[in-house]
């Protein structure tokens, strides 16, 4: 059996990692979605088991002392964390899987899988990214102020990624992932 791909999707807080993913799924089957787990509260319309599994800081810190996390990182305060035995799973079974981590965790999935395939999501400008910030309407001043710090930082990293991606428009940028992920299947199955 063909082993599955492995995708990681990165970029700062408010480029639309989740917007993009959701909008892909809707025509696309040929990947699926890796839930990572969070210590950050639910946001309203959040479903446990599908968009993170949400739980307290002393459960995420024994599963990451089991090394039961790909990846993990702190991010804006709340802990987040990919479960190492979920994407095992799929990738032997033949599932090409998509990860949407911030750069700090990509960083620690190349070390454990350099084979991934790594893109990059842009936003059209910083400007934009703090208008599409203020629209979510889930941050504080404060906390949108520590997301905009941190977005500079994970903007440098875009080099280290096979593939970059500017989030201007949603369905050219949906259609431009989903060639990505087309154009990797068929590199592997040749």
């Known amino acids: 059996m063909t082993k599955g791909l492995l ?3 990165s970029g700062p807080s408010g480029v639309g990692k989740n917007t993009v993913l959701d909008e892909l799924f809707k025509t696309f089957d040929g990947v699926s979605y890796s839930v990572s787990a969070t210590t950050r509260k639910k946001r309203a319309g959040e479903v446990e088991g599908e968009d993170y599994f949400f739980m307290s800081e002393a459960e995420f810190k024994k599963i990451k002392e089991d090394d039961g996390f790909i990846e993990s990182a702190v991010v804006h305060g709340h802990h987040y964390g990919t479960p190492k035995k979920f994407v095992d799973r799929k990738l032997k079974n033949g599932e090409d899987i998509i990860l949407e981590i911030d750069t700090q965790g990509a960083k620690q999935v190349r070390e454990k899988y350099p084979e991934a395939v790594y893109i ?10 703090e208008n599409r910030l203020d629209k979510r309407g889930s941050e504080n001043s404060k906390s949108k102020k520590i997301r905009l710090k941190n977005a500079r930082q994970e903007l440098k990293e875009v080099h280290n990624y096979d593939y970059e991606v500017t989030n201007d428009s949603l369905a050219d940028t949906v259609r431009k992932i989903k060639k990505i992920i087309i154009k990797e299947q068929q590199r592997r199955d040749s």
């Not at 990059?120 to 990214?129: A, D, G, N, V, Y």
């Open 120 to 129: 990059f999501l842009l936003p059209p400008s910083l400007e934009e990214l």
């Open 7 to 9: 995708f990681v999707l």
